[in-house]
């Protein structure tokens, strides 16, 4: 199909009308879509560091005149102002824009001076735009130097009312002085803050050598320096590689230390949380893993914070390695977290690129050298319009009573003024002579006066007829001529115009370096301790238990070994079901009815004082699967499992541990057939008896050792099923418990020994009615 039809008949006019596939309509308005996300939105300009919206915010407050020692506006003006003029989206998007330059715990320098509630580490909210005030910081005023001295260039804004400029002079690196975070559309960027004193310093070292090495700048910009402090772990080399490459983490961890309480008891501080981590969700996590007895060994937390932070950790005992409790925390909280690196920025405004650490402040020198080159022009045409208009002074006072008379009689002063001949034969420029210096002699020697000059003297007050006024006016004259003689000779120098920025940046490290406040490093390097994770039963303290489990399925742990023949309470209508004695470090497995194994720590076990949890909330055991066995976990233990349909296995106890609360399928059953048999192998023979009273002895070997199945054949039946198996010794004889309590012991069992899956004989006198062992 083409792309575009012409069909006069399908337009009134006559004229042509264009009809595109779907696919290019598609995929043009897609492609325009996501250059203006691109470019407008989510990636930063790596010049000053900015998105347009943050850089409007500051544009608007600089028209406001919010200057950092000046008065504080309501936010709702600046987020009002800014997106009527210059920034046409949602007032509540602006408003958060500066929320966040005004928050010191998101922006390492911040932008906005914030007077009421912008938020707080917690994770709450600014107040609303009508509650907040704001005005600029040094730092803005900073990002805006020279803007008036056409530094930078100007566009029209979204309806062509005003002009707003493309990029800012930015006299501080902000790309990775503040850091930035976005999303664009096939694309993103996430760079962290880093401090101005060290990025000054490496700038000023590739100003001097451009082919500085990124190892150099490195011994300048160790690393990111995220205003909530922390420690920052990452190895050296893995640094340096994501410097090189603009992709890469770094890893951070909160600092704490330790407090001593006295009499052996002590506490852990927290002071500093890794970035961008809301300190109330990071209490929450750590709350979550006590009452989960995932870390087992801490027994508080507590949030002590004012105006700094303070998180203090209790420890469940006095003999407790405070190295490991925080390293086990590091590893399950976000007291350690990564913060990506991928500095994809704009280079000139326009292109996107994934920039190394030296082509990032490449770009930020090149700007600040552009901007001299046009400040330093500006200034130059700026003196030479005073120069010419202070010669036009200078040749009014040297013939100063010819230009009265011209002012006084003349109909059309102006053009008398023009017309005039202000040559040396001049009879007031003659007799002034003596006085007059060689540049004197230059501007009474011009012929003519310019429109300009002439538009002065008109203009100049009577008062300046003065003798005072006319040596001042040659100061003047000569101070510019020194200045405009250096400028020159600036803008004509590549080698000054470096010096001058490496000046600039030395101005801007003294400013807003470790001298200022808050200029000094905030997040420390150091090496994370080498540490093997410790397993969780090592952190348990060794305590014995009695665990209880009724027949409806209720579990607790009582405190102790207590007596297990002595009565328990129960609910109505429940009963025991299982009851031995255990440790807290011990673990329990549990098999249900569709042949799935679920292990339960000890130690996360509900206390006894009540009556315990139900153990389907604890895993996730089925309602219509009842409990087949429950016991302590023995490694390298064996373990006889059979289904009502008389098939079975051996699986090794280790095979059966379930790591998640959905447990682990060992036994597969389907259809009517459930998991009846789960009993620990002891012995060198097996014996099982049917519902039909038959009891089968074949030897162990037989069955296979497997980890999971169906299993094969205990015993052949014509009607019913398998109601019981269990493991022995042959040679000591099988063994049960007659109807009258006493224990039988049958030695002679060649009668019903036989070959696995054949029918066996039937019970011998005395065998139990409920046909259990």
């Known amino acids: 199909m083409a792309d575009q039809i012409e069909d006069p008949n399908l337009s009134d006019d006559g004229g042509m009308t264009t009809v595109e596939t779907l696919r290019r309509a598609i995929g043009d308005r897609y492609l325009t879509y996501a250059l203006s996300t691109i470019m407008h939105r989510a990636l930063p300009d790596a010049r ?16 406001l005149k919010l200057a950092s020692n000046g008065k504080y506006l309501k936010s709702a003006k600046i987020s009002g102002d800014t997106m009527g003029d210059f920034h046409p989206h949602g007032d509540a998007a602006i408003y958060d824009a500066m929320a ?25 909210n600014p107040a609303a735009a009508r509650y907040t005030e704001a005005r600029m910081t040094g730092i803005a005023e ?7 001295e056409d530094s930078v260039d100007f566009r029209d804004n979204y309806d062509g009312r005003l002009t707003e400029p493309a990029v800012l002079p930015a006299s501080i690196p902000n790309l990775l002085a503040n850091g930035s975070t976005g999303i664009a559309v096939g694309m993103a960027t996430n760079i962290p803050p880093h401090n101005i004193d060290e990025l000054c310093s490496a700038a000023i070292k590739l100003v001097k050598n451009p082919n500085t090495k990124i190892e150099k700048l490195m011994q300048f910009v160790p690393g990111p320096d995220f205003p909530t402090g922390g420690i920052l772990v990452e190895p050296q080399e893995n640094i340096l590689q994501a410097y090189s490459t603009g992709r890469g983490s770094f890893r951070v961890r909160a600092k704490w230390e330790l407090e001593e309480l006295g009499r052996g008891q002590w506490q852990i501080v927290v002071t500093e949380i890794p970035y961008q981590v809301a300190k109330s969700k990071l209490i929450e996590k750590i709350a979550e893993l006590i009452n989960a007895k995932k870390i087992p060994i801490l027994a508080d937390v507590r949030d002590e914070s004012a105006d700094d932070i303070r998180l203090v950790l209790e420890p469940r005992a006095k003999t407790v390695d405070p190295t490991v409790l925080m390293e086990t925390l590091f590893r399950q909280s976000d007291l350690e977290t990564r913060f990506s690196l991928n500095m994809n920025v704009l280079i000139d405004g326009r292109t996107p690129k994934v920039c190394s650490l030296r082509e990032v402040l490449k770009a930020f020198v090149d700007h600040r050298r552009e901007v001299l080159q046009r400040r330093s022009q500006y200034r130059v045409d700026k003196i030479e319009r005073r120069l010419e208009v202070l010669e036009g002074f200078i040749l009014a006072f040297l013939n100063l009573d010819r230009v009265i008379d011209v002012i006084r009689y003349d109909e059309d002063p102006k053009e008398a003024l023009l017309r005039e001949d202000w040559s040396l034969d001049h009879p007031k420029a003659t007799s002034e002579a003596d006085y007059r210096s060689p540049s004197d002699v230059i501007a009474a020697g011009a012929e003519q006066l310019t429109e300009v000059q002439t538009e002065a003297i008109l203009n100049m ?26 400028l020159e000779t600036l803008l004509g120098s590549e080698d000054l115009q470096w010096q001058r920025i490496i000046g600039e940046l030395k101005e801007t490290r003294a400013k807003f370096g470790k001298k200022s406040v808050g200029g000094e490093r905030r997040t420390e390097l150091a090496e994370a301790p080498e540490f093997e994770e410790v397993p969780l039963e090592a952190m348990i303290e060794r305590e014995p238990i009695t665990v209880v489990c009724s027949a409806m399925g209720w579990i607790r742990a009582m405190k102790g070994h207590i007596d297990l023949s ?7 209508g429940d009963g025991p079901r299982f009851i031995f004695h255990a440790e807290t470090t011990d673990k329990l497995l549990l098999m249900g009815a569709n042949g799935r194994f679920y292990t339960l720590g000890c130690s996360t076990l509900p206390g006894g004082r009540g009556m315990g949890e139900p153990v389907r909330l604890i895993v996730d055991l089925p309602n219509e699967a009842e409990m087949v066995a429950m016991f302590l976990h023995k490694p390298g233990r064996k ?33 009517d057939v459930k998991a009846s048999i789960c009993t620990p192998v002891a012995g060198d023979h097996v014996a099982c008896v049917g519902e039909n009273r038959k009891v089968l002895v074949f030897p162990i070997e037989e069955l296979p050792e497997m980890g999971r199945g169906k299993g094969v054949r205990l015993q052949k039946y014509k009607d019913g099923g398998l109601n019981d198996a269990t493991t022995f010794v042959r040679a000591e004889g099988l063994s049960w418990l007659d109807p009258a309590g006493r224990t039988r012991t049958e030695t002679e069992l060649d009668e019903w020994t036989g070959k696995r899956a054949s029918a066996g004989r039937m019970a011998p006198r005395g065998f139990p009615r409920d046909n259990k062992f």
Do not use: C
Request: proline share 2%; charged share 35%; no cysteine.
């Open 100 to 124: 966040r330059l005004a928050q010191d715990f998101n922006v390492r320098y911040p932008m906005v001076d914030g007077q009421g509630n912008f938020g707080n580490i917690d994770g709450d």
């Open 461 to 486: 007050r009577l008062r300046s007829l003065r003798k005072l006024e006319e040596v001042e006016l040659r100061n003047e004259r000569d101070a510019l001529w020194a200045e405009l003689d250096e």
């Open 566 to 572: 002595q009565e328990l309470k129960f609910k109505d």
């Open 639 to 671: 373990l006889l499992v059979a289904s009502s349909a008389g098939d079975g296995f051996v699986v090794a106890e280790d095979d059966v541990i379930a790591q998640t609360r959905t447990g682990k399928q060992v036994l597969n059953v389907k259809g």
């Open 142 to 148: 900073a990002m805006l130097e020279g803007l008036e």
């Open 48 to 63: 000053d560091g900015l998105k347009p919206v943050h850089r409007r915010i500051l544009y608007a407050m600089n028209r």
